[in-house]
């Protein structure tokens, strides 16, 4: 055959073969770091912080029913297994990242897998992509433990990359969210407002500032809890189209957070993934700063109230929902809150000093550790700080991504 050919043409014979062949090695690999035919991983190593001294000291200091509530936390059997496969998706500002970290301390202490990218934002302004989470070699066909970096609700994909997972959100009256975004963010600034009174004005004519869309996180100055949840915002007028995505969330989601009841919906968490109490403790990971806040008088509530119509409603309903769960739990639900409270008030006062603030970043200001015990700095810790440790946790037990540098890998 070879014989046949000439010289230039064998030349142009061997470069189209081997283009083809460094063609098919490269689809072979990408193929490969894409690929989401997942099974679990097995080994998880459970590792527990000693919490017995601290309950032993509570259980001096309360009633019958608090002490009972300790000591079946300490020596009662425990009738189920934990739940390890977790979607947890976070919404802006309602305590999500809060949330996150608890998530990511318990997943990260025994050892579990977690679906990261290059940044602890996997996705906003589209929905998320199982292309947004890193490749790593050695987790091909097995699957993700948890998902909870900031990622727009995409239920489809991300089955893909967690399967069987049971799914968690969390809400915030839309009027405390909306001032809380539009001041974090900023979002005066690229408005052309001053400061001072900047919400006010803003929702005077919030359309005449929203349409231009040429603001940072603009997505969130209107329905941002849905946004994040995968609503489209040009169904923001549509009350069948609201009312269809709160019945699919509803449907979809093994629970709802509520941020006004904190510690009533960590408790539901506990029972919904059998978890212990010390599983859930947690440290408010930043608290905005007054500098960033903006007063809001009856009028101004009820004007955020309108605007946000779609959040509106998607927080009336999973109120009354989580509610419902409360009056489910059983009776010793508020015997457990007191407890927990208790404890996490415990952990608080051991761990922070209450007279100083980091006040870095002028937006908001974080807690200091009065101590530097492993205990205090896993329960201090927050989303980003717990992101770089397990991305680089990841990568040791399960190696590089192939082609980790490209942007779309």
Not at 253 to 278: A, P
Request: proline share 3%; net charge positive.
């Amino acid at each position: 055959m070879f014989s046949m050919i000439r010289p230039k043409e064998m030349n142009r014979f061997f470069t189209k073969k081997a283009v083809t062949s460094l063609l098919c090695i490269f689809g072979l690999i990408v193929f490969c770091c894409l690929s989401t035919q997942l099974n679990p991983v097995n080994e998880v190593k459970r590792v527990h912080f000693d919490f017995k001294s601290l309950q032993l000291r509570l259980n001096r200091n309360y009633s019958t029913d608090i002490a009972h509530v300790i000591n079946s936390e300490m020596t009662g059997p425990n009738h189920c297994d934990p739940i390890l496969q977790i979607v947890f998706v976070k919404t802006y500002k309602t305590a999500s990242t809060t949330t996150a970290a608890i998530f990511e301390r318990y997943g990260y202490y025994r050892q579990l897998t977690f679906a990261v990218g290059k940044s602890h934002v996997l996705s906003f302004q589209s929905s998320f992509s199982h292309r947004n989470v890193m490749n790593f070699p050695k987790m091909e066909g097995k699957q993700y433990n948890i998902l909870c970096n900031h990622a727009r609700y995409n239920r489809k994909e991300m089955e893909l990359v967690v399967p069987n997972a049971t799914y968690v959100t969390i809400l915030r009256k839309p009027e405390d969210q909306l001032e809380s975004a539009f001041g974090y963010f900023e979002m005066y600034k690229a408005m052309g407002l001053p400061k001072k009174n900047a919400l006010h004005t803003f929702m005077e004519d919030p359309i005449r500032y929203y349409k231009g869309h040429n603001f940072y996180k603009w997505q969130l100055s209107r329905n941002g809890q849905l946004f994040g949840l995968g609503f489209d915002h040009r169904y923001d007028d549509s009350e069948m189209m609201i009312q269809e995505k709160v019945h699919e969330i509803d449907k979809d989601f093994d629970l709802v957070l509520i941020t006004e009841y904190y510690d009533e919906s960590l408790l539901l968490l506990k029972k919904l993934l059998c978890w212990d109490f010390e599983d859930i403790l947690y440290i408010p990971t930043g608290i905005r700063s007054t500098s960033h806040r903006f007063m809001k008088d009856g009028a101004l509530i009820e004007k955020l109230r309108r605007w946000n119509h779609g959040d509106t409603l998607l927080y009336e309903h999973f109120n009354k929902t989580l509610w419902r769960k409360i009056s489910e739990y059983g009776s010793s639900f508020y015997a457990d809150l007191e407890y927990f409270r208790q404890l996490n008030q415990a952990v608080f006062e051991e761990c922070i000093e209450s007279d100083k603030k980091n006040k870095r970043d002028p937006r908001e200001f974080r807690f200091v550790l009065k101590n530097q015990t492993d205990r205090c700095a896993a329960l201090l810790r927050a989303d980003v700080g717990y992101t770089n440790l397990i991305r680089r946790s990841m990568l040791d037990r399960f190696g590089k991504p192939w082609f980790w540098w490209i942007p779309f890998i």
